[in-house]
């Protein structure tokens, strides 16, 4: 299946704030992207199972996702 316009936009802007993400060890990826603007990504490395990992989603992903892309409706952090 090919990839959503709103996918890859997505990817862009995961692209954008990753680095920030890796400075602390972590990583994110995109799982799955819906076309009723849920984005759904894996936080991997340092992020996984760290207390502040519902923070990094909420305050910084899901943020500037819903900034950047007024579609993205909500970020679900998956296993």
């Known amino acids: 299946m090919p990839e ?9 802007v995961l692209d954008d704030i990753r680095p920030n993400i890796e ?8 799982v799955s992207v819906s076309d009723d603007g849920i ?8 992020c996984r199972g760290c207390p502040m990992s519902e923070l990094t989603l909420r305050l ?4 500037v996702l819903r900034e950047s892309l007024p579609e993205v409706k909500e970020v679900r952090s998956v296993d």
Not at 23 to 30: D, F, M, R, S
Not at 60 to 63: D, K, L, P, R, T
């Open 4 to 12: 959503s316009v709103l996918q890859q936009q997505v990817e862009e």
């Open 39 to 46: 984005v759904e990504v894996r936080l991997k490395g340092a």
């Open 60 to 63: 910084g992903i899901e943020q």
């Open 23 to 30: 400075a602390h060890g972590g990583g994110v990826e995109l």
